[in-house]
């Protein structure tokens, strides 16, 4: 069964960092690419990252482009998202999900709070 | 980037009716569109992919349409379960984009 568990949010200043993880796990690690999306309270989902299955290819949302990394360790079967920099409007619940063109299996979440 | 716009952006309707979300790409996306179901505190459910494929243990009353600008999600015969929030979401391109979302709540 396909497992995706998100950690790493929490309550950070303007202009502080974090760092989220995704663990996967009833899935072949390596053969996926993967992809963060958030979602802002009580808005829309917005697409932020994806990071191909060998890690060599990686794309971002203008709106993170330069702040925000993603990173995979296969080894630990673990995805990563570096967030720097970070605004009021990077609030959110950050979603790790399977895949790069739909995502059929969806971690349940992890909540970011930026504010003074 | 793509933009995705849904029509209505909140419906209210009964069980047993047919419903019908439209989404509308702002350029032609082939049918590289797929459809989520969302309850609150939970994370999007796959419906529909490829426009009109239906994602695996999905009932048969949900149903996609389209290609190109215009899509559309229909529910046959609305069950109590389906009161929920949809999106649409294009993968023709990067970035990835969604729809703002289409809230089906009970009349």
């Known amino acids: 069964q396909v497992q995706l568990v998100e950690s790493g949010g929490g309550l950070v200043k303007p202009g502080g960092s974090l760092r989220l993880s995704c663990v996967a796990s009833g899935f072949s690690f390596s053969d996926y690419y993967m992809t963060w999306i958030r979602q802002a309270p009580g808005k829309g989902l917005e697409w932020v990252s994806v990071i191909s299955n060998s890690g060599k290819y990686i794309y971002y949302a203008d709106s993170v482009k330069g702040r925000f990394t993603t990173s995979r360790d296969i080894a630990k079967n673990s995805l990563f998202l570096q967030m720097n920099s970070l605004r009021v409007e990077d609030t959110a619940v950050y979603y790790c999900a399977r895949g790069d063109w739909v995502f059929q299996s969806w971690g349940q979440g992890t909540l970011v709070v930026v504010s003074s | 980037a793509i933009q995705l716009t849904q029509s209505p952006s909140s419906l209210s309707a009964s069980v047993g009716d047919r419903v019908t979300i439209t989404c509308r790409a702002s350029q032609g996306i082939s049918s590289a569109l797929a459809w989520y179901q969302q309850k609150p505190g939970k994370a999007p459910k796959l419906l529909i992919y490829?426009?009109?494929s239906l994602e695996s243990g999905v009932p048969s009353r949900f149903s996609g349409s389209g290609s190109g600008t215009d899509f559309t999600l229909t529910i046959s015969s609305l069950q109590p379960e389906d009161f929920a929030t949809y999106f649409c979401q294009q993968f023709n391109s990067y970035p990835r984009s969604f729809g703002q979302g289409t809230r089906l709540d009970v009349k």
């Open positions: 490829d426009a009109s």
